[in-house]
């Protein structure tokens, strides 16, 4: 008597929302006689979120450095999301901004943590992690 055993695998993958993972369901039926594996991934919200956003005051305040070391009217608006570039900066208004920040806040910057600042979200976040590393 010959027998034949078989298998097969199929997959297809589908992008999922940003923030959200997946949740996996095992089903398992009989078919003929034959069983059959069944997998399904399905959305799920996410559960566990990790913001590493600064404060608000610490953005305001590194908003008025910037546009004060830029001479930027007050109508420009600035944001947390606002590059230097795009406000008109060039390398040396940079260094100015964090020459100015470093000032204000009481902070030195390591020039590898100021060239890796591109906006000002970068340097709020910057400077709350070096106040507390100061602080502790």
């Not at 890796?116 to 709350?128: C, K, N, Y």
Request: glycine fraction near 6%; proline fraction near 3%.
């Amino acid at each position: 008597m010959a027998s034949i055993a078989g298998s097969s695998i199929s997959m297809q993958t589908r992008p999922f929302a940003k923030g959200s993972v997946s949740g996996l369901k095992l089903g398992s039926f009989m078919n003929q006689g034959r069983s059959t594996l069944s997998f399904t991934m399905r959305p799920m919200p996410a559960r566990l979120q990790i913001c590493c956003a600064a404060k608000k005051e610490t953005v305001d305040k590194v908003c008025e450095v910037v546009r004060r070391q830029l001479a930027l009217e007050n109508d420009k608006p600035i944001t947390g999301e606002s590059t230097f570039v795009d406000l008109g900066a060039d390398s040396l208004d940079t260094v100015e901004i964090v020459m100015g920040l470093e000032e204000e806040f009481g902070i030195t910057v390591e020039e590898d943590n100021a060239q890796s600042i591109t906006t000002v979200q970068d340097a709020a976040e910057l400077i709350e992690k070096l106040c507390s590393e100061k602080s502790a």
